[in-house]
């Protein structure tokens, strides 16, 4: 997400910060580039315009042009007003009794994915949710509602065949709620094509009834300038709560994002970053405007890092760095732990200036190849690689199904990894403080 802007903004700064000397003139020249940066992310020209004028306001300030170090300065500026732009304001999600959670949004969006992505995560944080469909238009959402349920081990109400009518199908549900152990529940909610009378005066009624702690607008971050018609109409007819983003992974502008919130002045309170149940995580905007101006997130990175691994597997290659036993069974290991992080472009992309770097992924492909190699090793050649010379290395070409030269590259990447791992002192403190972090390290060497 924000691959387009992020390149162009970065590029920008970094002119900046090489000046000795800021002017109102280069500040000017900056952005302006950054406005056209903005547009083509498919900003809302409106949006792109005030922020480019309050930026430019702070960035002209006297303390500013007198500063040691002005291109920082103006970096800086821009990191407060992105994050402003993207939800200074963002709230946890209010699930207080009876924790009402209605699901809103045109059909496309990814609504039905994201009420079971969202009772997902409330579960793994203790709480107790349940499903509610009360699209009634189309049976497949129904039923895809149900499947999710069923996989996630989550209570779903499914509305009796040929209900047509909404508002007594949620009254229905309300019953079935107070007979259900629950403490928050999900409506999915219909939607269209585009947005007409018909669906927000359904809509409508359906919040009037069930008076829900939450009105979360679930939104495409690829819908572009339709992004401000869609936030609007559905605000002003709900008075949505909040809006949930999805398909970030795969948006490389990204602007409906600024659109949005921008326009409604609610927090983004979710990100939905793929297809999986689990990929779907709370939007912070101060990381996100990290990541877009080549800050990195280091933050989100431990906190998948530590998620993705126990304390006790952590300990254990601490101890196999400490003492210099690294083998091609942790080398595994590592390949495995980093698939589990997501894409390498994404990893990547938390640290501070590797964003940009381009054509890196790890695929099922590479993946199996690794294990390939390594598992036509014996026992002795996978924990005493060393022993690995031009004969043994023909055996594990033949075994494995690849080249020589295949074999030689793996090898060659795992010294590389060994020899990195002996000239980082601090990697045993690393991680002893953030679990996964230091595993990180290494395999995305």
């Known amino acids: 997400m924000f691959s387009l802007l992020a390149d162009k903004l970065q590029g920008v700064f970094r002119n900046l910060t090489g000046k000795g000397k800021i002017s109102e003139s280069n500040v000017t020249d900056a952005l302006r580039e950054v406005r056209m940066a903005l547009l083509e992310a498919d900003v809302h020209f409106q949006v792109a315009k005030d922020f480019i004028a309050r930026v430019k306001e702070k960035a002209l300030g006297e303390a500013v042009l007198k500063s040691v170090t002005p291109g920082q300065q103006i970096v800086k500026i821009f990191h407060d007003e992105l994050t402003a732009l993207l939800g200074g304001d963002s709230a946890p999600l209010d699930i207080t009794p009876p924790g009402r959670v209605l699901i809103v949004g045109l059909n496309g969006a990814g609504k039905t994915t994201t009420c079971g992505k969202l009772a997902n995560f409330l579960k793994k944080q203790g709480k107790a949710p349940v499903l509610i469909a009360l699209d009634l ?77 939450e009105v979360l607008l679930v939104a495409d971050a690829a819908t572009g300038q339709q992004a401000v018609s869609v936030a609007t109409h559905f605000h002003e007819a709900l008075d949505i709560t909040g809006l949930i983003l999805t398909k970030l992974d795969g948006d490389a502008r990204g602007g409906a994002a600024l659109s949005m919130r921008e326009v409604t002045k609610r927090p983004i309170k979710f990100a939905g970053t793929g297809e999986k149940m689990d990929a779907f995580e709370i939007f912070h905007p101060d990381r996100l405007a990290g990541r877009i101006l080549g800050m990195g997130d280091v933050v989100t990175l431990v906190e998948s890092a530590a998620a993705a691994i126990d304390e006790e597997d952590a300990a254990r290659m601490e101890a196999k760095i400490r003492n210099a036993t690294f083998d091609f069974n942790d080398f595994l290991e590592q390949f495995k732990f980093m698939r589990k992080l997501g894409p390498l472009e994404k990893i990547l992309g938390m640290l501070p200036g590797m964003g940009n770097l381009k054509n890196l992924s790890l695929d099922e492909k590479q993946l199996k190849r690794v294990e390939a190699i390594v598992l036509s090793m014996t026992p002795q050649e996978r924990t005493t690689p060393d022993i690995l010379n031009a004969r043994r290395r023909q055996r594990i070409a033949r075994g494995s199904g690849h080249t020589v030269a295949q074999v030689n590259d793996l090898i060659t990447r795992f010294n590389e990894m060994r020899k990195m791992m002996k000239q980082m002192p601090r990697m045993q403190k690393m991680m002893s403080k953030s679990k996964g972090v230091g595993l990180f390290k290494r395999g995305g060497q």
């Open 137 to 213: 238009y189309r049976p497949a959402a129904i039923e895809q509602l149900a499947t999710l349920g069923r996989q996630l081990a989550i209570p779903v109400f499914v509305p009796p065949p040929g209900a047509t009518d909404v508002l007594v199908t949620a009254k229905l549900a309300a019953a079935w709620l107070a007979q259900t152990p629950h403490n928050v529940a999900i409506f999915d909610t219909a939607g269209r094509q585009e947005i007409d009378e018909a669906l927000i005066a359904e809509v409508r009624s359906v919040r009037e009834y069930l008076k829900p702690q």
